[in-house]
């Protein structure tokens, strides 16, 4: 049983990295987990996935921190994205939006095949440019009604989905959805967390 654990950068797993003595590396081999950090966005999600993403891997977890429209969950709690929309793969029409699914080139949305009973269950949304403007959040909001917006997350589970590897994502909320405003982030305690998750579940699941 071999797991995958795919981040976007090293800094959102410093922990991880630290309790399992681990290299400073991009792409980390051991004997019952690897780690794939695949740099921002989903391009880079992408091409790393692309090279190292395998059969022999039972699990596909992605982790990070994330943005989140929702304010009744708190930050630097730990969610769990059962479903991901790249939110801006599509067309304009004047004012109107249409996704690449209603344009008829494929689907736009995909979910987990993995869940975590102990973890909140949220939607979340894949972007290019994270949101900081009342326009843009509100538009994005009617469109989707994302609780969560990250620039991986749907990436992953599209490989993981089209390579028929089960696939589970889990954010830690670092910072709600809003006008820019890095003074109202809590990108450490976000961190902490998610990096405190992921060695108990590396842990629990390779024991």
């Given at each position: 049983?071999?797991?995958l654990?795919?981040?976007?950068?090293k800094?959102?797993?410093?922990?991880?990295?630290?309790?399992?003595n681990l290299?400073d590396e991009n792409f980390?081999?051991?004997a019952k987990?690897?780690?794939l950090i695949?740099?921002v966005?989903?391009?880079?999600?992408?091409f790393?996935?692309?090279q190292h993403?395998?059969?022999?891997?039972?699990?596909v977890?992605n982790i990070?921190?994330s943005?989140?429209?929702?304010k009744?969950?708190?930050?630097g709690?730990?969610?769990?994205i059962?479903?991901d929309?790249?939110?801006e793969?599509?067309?304009e029409n004047?004012?109107e939006f249409i996704?690449?699914y209603?344009?008829?080139?494929?689907?736009n949305?995909?979910?987990?095949?993995?869940?975590l009973a102990?973890?909140?269950m949220?939607?979340?949304?894949?972007?290019?440019k994270?949101?900081?403007?009342s326009?843009s959040?509100?538009?994005?909001?009617?469109?989707f009604?994302p609780?969560t917006?990250?620039?991986e997350?749907?990436?992953?589970?599209?490989?993981?989905n089209?390579?028929n590897?089960?696939c589970?994502?889990?954010?830690?909320?670092s910072?709600?959805?809003?006008p820019r405003?890095?003074?109202?982030w809590?990108?450490?305690?976000?961190?902490?967390n998610?990096?405190n998750w992921?060695?108990?579940?590396?842990?629990?699941?390779t024991t």
């Amino acid at each position: 049983m071999k797991l995958l654990v795919v981040a976007a950068t090293k800094a959102e797993l410093g922990k991880v990295f630290e309790h399992f003595n681990l290299p400073d590396e991009n792409f980390v081999q051991q004997a019952k987990f690897d780690i794939l950090i695949t740099g921002v966005g989903m391009t880079a999600t992408a091409f790393a996935l692309g090279q190292h993403l395998n059969n022999g891997y039972n699990l596909v977890v992605n982790i990070g921190i994330s943005g989140s429209f929702d304010k009744n969950i708190p930050l630097g709690s730990l969610v769990n994205i059962y479903m991901d929309t790249f939110a801006e793969l599509g067309a304009e029409n004047h004012d109107e939006f249409i996704t690449i699914y209603e344009l008829g080139f494929g689907n736009n949305t995909f979910k987990a095949s993995y869940q975590l009973a102990d973890l909140p269950m949220v939607k979340g949304i894949t972007v290019n440019k994270v949101h900081g403007n009342s326009d843009s959040i509100a538009k994005i909001e009617q469109r989707f009604n994302p609780q969560t917006e990250s620039m991986e997350g749907a990436a992953v589970f599209y490989a993981c989905n089209t390579s028929n590897i089960p696939c589970l994502q889990v954010r830690s909320i670092s910072n709600y959805v809003e006008p820019r405003n890095k003074e109202n982030w809590q990108i450490g305690l976000a961190i902490k967390n998610l990096n405190n998750w992921v060695i108990d579940f590396l842990i629990n699941y390779t024991t």
